[in-house]
């Protein structure tokens, strides 16, 4: 008999949240079959069998969130210890289970499952509905919440042939008000967030930047066939100020009252993805050039957004920066990421007519900045100081250079 528990998927990982049993008692198994999809803070992992057998029994139900080390279930398998009674003998051992963890799997990388939230999945299985006949609207393939719920009231067409013994479905979208599930992801936001409110007295400050040269350098660059992103200059001047302003890549150590000023810059970039907010980090990102830079915020950002982000890729942040402009914002009050000492938010570049030191009124590119920092580490005149050296390095792009010579 395998007894099958839950194993630490990843770095700091204490419990997990059952989404979704792919198997139920009486099933018949084989090895690294998925058997379970488990929620943790920062991400769904399928955890597959180690072994092949029978399902004997399931211990801990859907939506219970449990302990490293809790048994999940039990496999009766083939060539597992089962106690062989035919003749007893004076010392029989009492057969006992064999504990078994599980490695877990990424998901979204086999057997053909159609890219879905537990949220959704779990819409689709209380109205009886196989997800992997629900035609995506994404171009990505993410089954949404609202394709499910086109796919109940008949509203799209199932990706087969309909069986000719289908019961049509009539259920109607829910009167009720929906309910999302407040655990896993969105949680784990909740949880941070409030202890970084209740712990850090934040200050936001706001400025401006003019974009404008930054803007015609990405424009010239672009024409002679290299696209790099406005983030990637961003995050090359940020390193630079951080340096300048060491006390912003720093963490407060209340317990042995001293201010940690950190030698590494690991810039956290926020980043939205339909399960909530994600924070991949550029490590080292200082020693990159802008080039390697725009790569690398492009892969992240994909894996974020596809769920396929490692732990690595979330550990060891020492600042963060939320780009929310994309969506088109021009100003926030950003909550710090709890223990950092800073963030900012960069917003939306927009085309306004700016006076020149020549009284002159021409057309160029302005971006609103927000930035929160702890005041129990630094002032406002310091944080100020900060933002116009790295306002500095984006408006004289030619600085920018120099400083990575």
């Not at 997990?16 to 090895?31: L, M, N, P, R, S």
């Not at 929620?39 to 219970?64: F, N, R, W």
């Not at 930054?214 to 001047?237: H, Q, T």
Request: net charge negative.
């Amino acid at each position: 008999m395998l007894e099958v528990k839950l194993h630490d998927i990843g770095e700091g990982m204490t419990e997990g949240e059952i989404a979704h049993y792919f198997v139920k008692e009486g099933d018949t198994v084989q090895t690294d079959q998925p058997l379970v999809e488990v929620q943790t803070d920062k991400m769904v992992a399928e955890l597959p069998s180690p072994g092949a057998g029978t399902i004997k029994e399931i211990i801990v139900p859907v939506g219970e969130t449990v302990q490293v080390g809790t048994t999940l279930l039990y496999i009766e398998g083939e060539g597992a210890n089962q106690a062989s009674e035919p003749e007893p003998t004076e010392e029989a051992i009492p057969a006992k289970a064999s504990e078994q963890t599980m490695q877990p799997r990424r998901m979204q990388t086999t057997l053909n499952r159609v890219l879905a939230t537990p949220y959704t999945r779990k819409i689709a299985r209380d109205h009886g509905i196989d997800i992997e006949e629900v035609q995506p609207s994404d171009p990505s393939g993410r089954v949404t919440e609202e394709d499910v719920y086109e796919f109940i009231n008949g509203e799209q067409t199932p990706k087969t042939e309909p069986a000719t013994e289908t019961i049509p479905v009539t259920q109607s979208k829910p009167t009720q008000p929906d309910e999302i599930p407040f655990r896993g992801i969105r949680k784990k936001i909740a949880e941070k967030m409030t202890k970084s409110i209740y712990t850090i007295p934040h200050v936001t400050h706001f400025d401006e930047i003019n974009m404008t040269r930054v803007v015609e350098l990405r424009e010239e660059l672009k024409a002679s066939g290299v696209s790099i992103s406005v983030s990637a200059f961003l995050v090359k001047a940020l390193t630079i100020a951080l340096k300048d302003f060491p006390v912003f890549n720093a963490e407060l150590d209340e317990e042995n009252e001293k201010i940690i000023l950190k030698k590494d810059y690991h810039i956290g970039m926020a980043s939205d993805t339909e399960d909530g907010l994600i924070v991949p980090v550029l490590h080292h990102a200082d020693q990159k050039s802008i080039q390697q830079l725009h790569d690398e915020i492009k892969e992240l950002t994909h894996k974020a957004k596809e769920g396929k982000l490692d732990h690595a890729d979330l550990q060891n942040g020492t600042f963060t920066v939320s780009n929310v402009g994309p969506l088109g914002s021009t100003g926030a009050t950003p909550i710090i990421n709890y223990p950092e000492t800073g963030l900012i938010a960069f917003h939306k570049t927009r085309k306004v007519p700016i006076v020149t030191d020549n009284n002159e009124i021409v057309i160029g590119y302005m971006m609103n900045l927000s930035m929160s920092f702890d005041h129990r580490v630094a002032d406002g005149a310091r944080a100020v100081a900060f933002t116009n050296r790295l306002a500095s390095l984006i408006e004289h792009p030619n600085k920018l250079m120099l400083e990575m010579i």
